[in-house]
């Protein structure tokens, strides 16, 4: 594998990191930093870096290099 994971695609989004540059198999849905807002996800990671409110991402995303195990 290269350093980008492109298995599967990520979809539009605010992204903290680009998708695919985190650990290996590893979701965003997994990830601590993601909120789950009704029926949209956001990044809670990107709102801390740029202090707005990201646009919704896919939680299926491969992991971006700002990935944390949710507890």
Aim: include cysteine; proline fraction near 8%; aromatic fraction near 6%.
């Amino acid at each position: 594998m290269g350093v980008v994971d492109t298995s599967h695609p990520a979809r539009h989004g605010c992204y903290a990191g680009i998708p695919g540059t985190g650990p290996e198999r590893e979701t965003c849905s997994r990830c601590r930093w993601l909120l789950r807002e009704g029926t949209r996800c956001t990044c809670a990671k990107y709102r801390s870096l740029t202090g707005r409110n990201g646009s919704p991402i896919d939680a299926g995303s491969p992991a971006c290099r700002h990935f944390g195990r949710r507890p």
